[in-house]
T-cell receptor, first 113, second 115 residues
Framework: DTEVTQTPKHLVMGMTNKKSLKCEQH?????MYWYKQKAKKPPELMFV???????INESVPSRFSPECPNSSLLNLHLHALQPEDSALYLC????????????FGDGTRLSIL | AQSVTQLGSHVSVSEGALVLLRCNYS??????LFWYVQYPNQGLQLLLK??????LVKGINGFEAEFKKSETSFHLTKPSAHMSDAAEYFC?????????????FGTGTRLKVLA
């Protein structure tokens, strides 16, 4: 069983919809991450939160908006997405910094119509 | 700057044969190195990590990797492949100076195990 829980597992949305992806961990980790993974490709880092503050934004378009309400939760708000945004979105956490091993959730498979 | 190269996007081995997945890295500072495995429709799972100390690192499921600084390599091995090892394997490097840490994945190697 994964220790990082992501919901929903699947999401289909239109380009004008607003939706949110959720991620939760209860391992006491203080760093949390969002990745985007296209088929047959490695994960691409999008955002990093360290101690609930955004520390890295890899030039992600503003239609993706992260939020870290507390040390256990991480959200990714989606608005006006494009078909090319269809992908597997992975959440991960690590004890502290980005140099440490990461624990991944099973992801949300997002399809944009 | 850090980078990682995985040689061979697809590797096939017979069940019971040696598994060797290659990873070379580039880093301007001492790197932290990781191997992850991804099964279909799942997230990534950490197999093993190298930070400092012993250069031969043992991980889960019988995998191990050796950090060779002179060769800038961190190849993953397993003495005897099992059907359940069939998956995508990613090497990752992390490092950088304060404020510029990066976590970079290689392009992945898909391991196929033949009966």
């Amino acid at each position: 069983d994964t220790e990082v829980t992501q919901t929903p597992k699947h999401l289909v949305m239109g380009m004008t919809n607003k939706k949110s992806l959720k991620c939760e961990q209860h391992m006491g980790h203080r760093a949390m991450y969002w990745y985007k993974q296209k088929a047959k490709k490695p994960p691409e880092l999008m955002f990093v939160y360290s101690y609930e503050k955004l520390s890295i934004n890899e030039s992600v378009p503003s239609r993706f908006s992260p939020e870290c309400p507390n040390s256990s939760l991480l959200n990714l708000h989606l608005h006006a997405l494009q078909p090319e945004d269809s992908a597997l979105y992975l959440c991960a956490s690590s004890h502290q910094g980005i140099y440490q091993p990461q624990h991944f959730g099973d992801g949300t498979r997002l399809s944009i119509l | 700057a850090q980078s990682v190269t995985q040689l061979g996007s697809h590797v096939s081995v017979s069940e019971g044969a040696l598994v060797l997945l290659r990873c070379n890295y580039s880093s301007s500072v001492p790197p932290y190195l990781f191997w992850y495995v991804q099964y279909p429709n799942q997230g990534l799972q950490l197999l093993l990590k190298y930070t400092t100390g012993a250069t031969l690192v043992k991980g889960i499921n019988g995998f191990e990797a050796e950090f060779k600084k002179s060769e800038t390599s961190f190849h993953l091995t397993k003495p005897s492949a099992h059907m359940s090892d069939a998956a995508e394997y990613f090497c990752a490097v992390s490092g950088g100076s304060s404020g510029t840490y990066k976590y970079i994945f290689g392009t992945g190697t898909r391991l196929k195990v033949l009966a």
